[in-house]
């Protein structure tokens, strides 16, 4: 019972995370299309940030996926 709690805990901050990624990458996406198309360099402060920010939510994700990996017994298989 409190094992599948806590699943459904790290479901839902996985699921959260994931709100704010999918559109990142969609903004991201443009971003370096507009860049490319201006034939401009893809070092701008902007895409620095959002690369960052993503960064930052995809370590969340990862370490959360491990974590309910984990508490599942999926440990071991690949």
């Given at each position: 019972m409190l094992k599948k709690l806590k699943m459904r805990i790290i479901?839902?901050?996985i699921e959260w995370h994931w709100l704010f990624?999918?559109?990142g990458?969609?903004?991201?996406?443009?971003l370096i299309d507009g860049l490319?198309?201006?034939e401009k360099p893809l070092n701008?402060?902007?895409l620095i940030a959002l690369n960052r920010r993503l960064n930052r939510r995809f370590t969340k994700v990862?370490?959360?996926?491990?974590?309910?990996?984990d508490l599942a017994g999926f440990a071991g298989i690949v």
């Open positions: 479901a839902c901050k990624i999918t559109p990458r969609k903004k991201g996406s443009h490319l198309a201006q701008t402060p902007e990862s370490v959360l996926m491990e974590r309910y990996k």
